[in-house]
Every structure is written in structure tokens, then in C-alpha cells.
């Protein structure tokens, strides 16, 4: 996904700044002071960088940054769709801040946080500044660079060194604990056998209620049925079943007459199939119930027991249940914990499976290494460093870590018959450079990040290595996006596209400006870095053999 535009708003001396950027190799001159860096610092900002006030243009109230990034990579989209941002084309980025350095960001229009946004930036934008030697003294940084250069993910690693060190966490805590866990499970297990001996049910609290509350009105229940029955068959033809017999035979003779009589009789012979049923019922009731004095008194001790219990462990009966499960649950865990054997053993299977997957990765870093070594030794040569060598070494790490059992560290030996001795022991300001750009080249072919961007990092060379750096990120643009801030006429003829920052001063303000420069304008820009302000016949006709010698390559 390469930068398509990016605008700027009141941002440092900038009013308004809209520019469309092209695939290839981009360069951006102009003299020093001019402000050829601004563009670097948007981005940067765009990216997750922290800003405050200073940036605002002097008289504005905010500046207001903005980038489009075209073509979605399948890692971009991802990305966007697990940190639930819409995946739309293009990708949009969006920061503001004001004159109080609060600032606020959008991807694709929905708000981000700077965390996210600098995230997301590792997948668009490589940059690359003129202390990116500075990284070489870092070990991680440098690890990381022959990780990339192998194509080895330290990923699964590092969730193999986490796991192992959960495992080892879990039994040193159970170690140091035996005593209390022991406790604890001695506890757990009295109170597990005292409720047990309840062993209360689920919803079986209401269930006893309502059978308690039948057995205690036995005898006023089987009262009622026996009235209700009596009621419904009252010897001497006074029951509700004689007189709905009676009210039907009242009835039938005269339906052939009187329509409504049919529907009444109807009515009156459901009636009666329904209390007939129900005096059967009641029949059985009264067969089947009586009170019974032994099954009261001992759902009266189960109720008494029960509520003893809530009332000890202050929970409500109908609890009881679910808090005897929860014991239960607890002490199984107390007794995993307690099981130093099995937490031994597993705290052995996850070292032995990191320990494993660690000698692997060390293993593609050794293949790795002078292959990465070579390849950086080469690119020296055509950086005007003659007959030096780097040199990649992976020795044992002095502590191990979600990175390994290595250590990795750049050699470099300046001149020819030198032993190789750490980086930022031997090599000058301006060697630092170049061997930095040497690896940000060798490297960046590999990566996946769509656009690259060099901020002066040709600072201390000129010459042939000045046109070897040109040539270099020249190649670098037909296969990904490159952006380099230069002061270099060899570097900057190179560029497939030519933006010159020029800034412009008056009695009220001071403002910048980039505008693409092709043509005529390109070879006097060509021709001022070569000789001047005022270019002569001469640094013009150097120019443009410059620019058409860049053309043929």
C-alpha cells in the first residue's frame, strides 16, 4: 500500500501543502533551512508520533494532517479488520492538533488512538533518519535485522518462552504455598463433607416447602375434599350432580321447540361429565392421602438442617446448592496446585518445547548470518568503502528470553587485514552512514512495508559513492515506494520523481513550499546543488548529463 497524497494544514510554516506522490524514487532538495524534512515530520506524526503545540503554524489554532495510501496489502487489511476499522480503498490517515499539543486521530474516518496509528505504520512506512546507525548499537534492533534477513519469526517464540514462564510462575507460587494451600484444602474439605451430608439438590429448597406445606394441612385438606364431595353427591337427590341431571331432563323434551334449549342442554351435559370427573378424583384423594406424622417430622428436621446450614455460611438456602459446587470447584484446584509433580512436569514440557523451538531459530540465524554479512560487504564496496568487511556474529545469549538463546552483533572492519570489532567502535561518523545505508539497502528488498523513506542518510559521502547511493535507491523504487530527503546532486539526479522544498519570507511571515520540479526547473535545481545560488553555463550543462546519464542507467 504506497502513499498516494498527503496534505498539510498550518503545519510548522506551512499554510497548505497538497501533494499527489507517484511509485519509483522520490527526492527532495532544496537549501538548507528550507524545511526538507517537514514532510518526514507529517508522516511521522500521521504514524503515531508524539507531537505537541510547536507544530502549529505561528497565528493558526491547529494544524490538520492528512495521507491516502492506495493498494491494500493482505497483512494491511487484516490489520484493519481485527482492530474493526472499515477496510476502505483508499486508506485514509487523519491527525489534528492544537495549540495545547492535544491531538486527535481517524483511520478511514473512525476515531484511533496514537498507539494504533503507530501500529498500523509499521506496515506502511519504513523510515529510515540520518542516525538510523544509532540502531546498530541496540541489540534487539540488530537481532531483529538478521531475523528479518532470515525470514525467521520470533512470534511463536516468544508465545513458547510466556507459556514456559507461566509454567515455572505456577510452581514456584505452589512451592512457596503449601503450607496455606494445604490449609485451605483442609478447610474446603470440612465444609464440602459437613453440606454433603445435606447433599442438597438443585430447586429441590422449594420442592420441600410445598410438600411440607401439604403434610402440615393434611387433615384440612382431606376436610375440603370431603365436603366438596359430599357437595357433588348429596344422598336424598340434593347433590350438584342430581340437580345438573335434573336441569338437563327439564330441558330436552321442549328442544325441538325452543332452539336454545338444544345449546343449554349441551351446556348442562358438559357440566355434568366434568363434575362426575371431578367427584372421581376426589374419590381417589380421599383413598390415597391421610396423614402421615413420620414423613412431616422428617422433612421438618431436612428444612431444620437446611436452613442451620445457610444460616452458618450466611447464603440463603435455595443458595446451598451452587455454593457446594463452587467448594468442589475450588478444591479440585487446590489439589492441581498442590500437585508439584504435575506442575514439575509440566513446567519441564513447556521448557524442553521452548528450549526446542529456540536451538531451531539459532540455527537459521548461524545460516543466516554470513550470508547477511556478504550481502553487506558487497554493498559496502560500491559506498567508497574499499576492502572493508562486515560481519554478522550470533554467540550465547547471557541471559535467555522471548528472543532466544542468542545475542547478535554487527563487525565491521574499516580497511583491508583489520579484524572485524563492533560497530560503533571503529567506524567514523560518516562510515556509520554508509554502512547504515548498506543495510537499510540489503535489507529493505526483503521486507514487506510498501514505502521506504531515507532522511539524509547520505550525509558525509559525495563522489562516485554519491552516485552509487542514487543508483541504489533508484533500484530500490522498482519494487517498492522510496522517499529521500537528500543534499546530493548524484543522489538526487537519480529520482524518478523531483520535489523542491523552497522557503519563502516576508515582513508578516515565513512560509514553505514543495513543488514537483521536471524539466528545465530540475536541471537548475541539479544545477544549484552542484555550484550555487546562481548556476552558470557550466553546472547546467553538468546537470543535465547528470540527469540524462541517471536515465540511461
Not at 510548522?12 to 522520490?26: K, N, Y
Not at 438443585?202 to 403434610?215: G, K
Not at 528472543?403 to 563487525?411: R, S, T
Not at 561518523?429 to 531515507?454: D, K, Y
Request: proline share 5%; net charge negative; charged share 20%.
Amino acid at each position: 500500500m504506497a502513499l498516494a497524497r498527503i496534505s498539510l494544514r498550518d503545519f510548522v510554516i506551512v499554510p497548505a501543502l497538497d501533494l499527489e506522490v507517484r511509485g519509483g524514487f522520490t527526492v527532495l532538495t532544496g537549501e538548507t533551512g528550507a524545511g526538507k524534512s517537514i514532510l518526514i515530520d507529517a508522516l511521522q506524526l500521521l504514524l503515531g508520533a508524539r507531537a505537541d503545540g510547536d507544530v502549529i503554524r505561528e497565528g493558526a489554532g491547529r494544524a490538520d494532517l492528512s495521507a491516502e495510501f492506495d493498494a491494500p496489502t493482505d497483512a494491511l487489511r487484516a490489520w484493519l479488520d481485527e482492530a474493526g476499522f472499515p477496510p476502505e480503498e483508499p486508506l485514509l490517515l487523519r491527525r489534528t492538533i492544537d495549540a495545547q499539543g492535544r491531538s486527535r486521530a481517524w483511520i478511514n474516518g473512525v476515531a484511533a488512538t496514537a498507539t494504533q496509528m503507530r501500529a498500523l505504520g509499521e506496515l506502511l512506512v519504513d523510515i529510515h533518519g540520518q542516525h538510523a546507525w544509532q540502531s546498530l548499537t541496540r541489540p534487539a534492533a540488530v537481532r531483529g535485522l538478521l531475523d528479518a534477513y532470515a525470514g525467521a519469526s520470533t512470534q511463536p517464540l516468544a508465545a513458547l518462552w510466556q507459556a514456559w514462564r507461566d509454567a515455572r510462575q505456577a510452581l514456584q507460587q505452589a512451592r512457596a504455598a503449601q503450607d496455606t494451600l494445604q490449609q485451605e484444602r483442609e478447610r474446603l474439605q470440612w465444609q464440602i463433607a459437613e453440606v454433603d451430608k445435606l447433599a442438597p439438590r438443585e430447586d429441590e429448597w422449594d420442592e420441600l416447602n410445598a410438600r411440607h406445606a401439604r403434610l402440615s394441612s393434611a387433615e384440612a385438606l382431606l376436610a375440603g375434599a370431603q365436603a366438596a364431595l359430599h357437595a357433588l353427591q348429596q344422598e336424598d337427590a340434593g347433590g350438584a350432580l342430581h340437580a345438573l341431571a335434573r336441569a338437563q331432563q327439564a330441558l330436552q323434551p321442549h328442544a325441538g321447540v325452543e332452539p336454545q334449549f338444544e345449546a343449554f342442554g349441551a351446556t348442562l351435559a358438559s357440566c355434568l361429565v366434568e363434575a362426575e370427573d371431578v367427584a372421581r378424583s376426589l374419590h381417589g384423594y380421599l383413598r390415597h392421602a391421610e396423614p402421615d406424622p413420620e414423613q412431616l417430622r422428617q422433612l421438618d428436621a431436612r428444612l431444620s438442617l437446611w436452613l442451620q446450614l445457610a444460616r452458618r455460611y450466611h447464603r440463603p438456602p435455595e443458595e446451598l446448592p451452587a455454593l457446594l459446587a463452587q467448594w468442589k470447584t475450588s478444591l479440585h484446584a487446590l489439589d492441581t496446585a498442590a500437585d508439584l509433580a504435575a506442575l514439575e512436569a509440566a513446567e519441564r514440557t513447556h521448557h524442553a518445547a521452548w528450549d526446542k523451538a529456540a536451538r531451531a531459530l539459532s540455527r537459521e540465524r548461524a545460516r543466516a548470518a554470513p550470508r547477511l554479512a556478504q550481502a553487506i560487504t558487497q554493498a559496502m564496496q560500491g559506498l567508497g568503502m574499499h576492502g572493508g568487511r562486515f560481519a554478522v556474529e550470533v554467540s550465547p545469549a547471557p541471559e535467555p528470553g522471548a528472543h532466544g538463546i542468542d545475542q547478535v552483533a554487527f563487525l565491521v572492519a574499516s580497511h583491508p587485514g583489520m579484524t572485524p570489532r563492533p560497530v560503533a567502535k571503529v567506524a567514523s561518523g560518516g562510515e556509520l552512514s554508509r554502512i547504515a545505508l548498506a543495510i537499510a539497502v540489503t535489507t529493505s528488498r526483503l521486507g514487506e512495508v510498501p514505502t521506504l523513506i531515507f532522511d539524509e542518510v547520505d550525509a558525509g559521502i559525495g563522489g562516485a559513492v554519491a552516485e552509487t547511493v542514487g543508483r541504489l535507491m533508484r533500484l530500490l523504487g522498482r519494487d517498492r515506494q522510496v522517499l529521500a530527503v537528500t543534499h546530493l546532486p548524484q543522489v538526487a539526479a537519480c529520482g524518478d520523481q523531483h520535489w523542491v522544498v523552497a522557503k519563502h519570507s516576508t515582513r508578516e511571515a515565513t512560509r514553505s513550499t514543495v513543488a514537483p520540479v521536471d524539466g528545465p526547473g530540475r536541471v537548475r535545481e541539479i544545477a544549484r546543488m552542484l555550484g550555487g545560488e546562481q548556476p552558470s553555463p557550466t553546472t547546467l550543462a553538468h546537470a543535465g548529463e547528470m540527469l540524462g546519464a541517471a536515465v540511461r542507467d
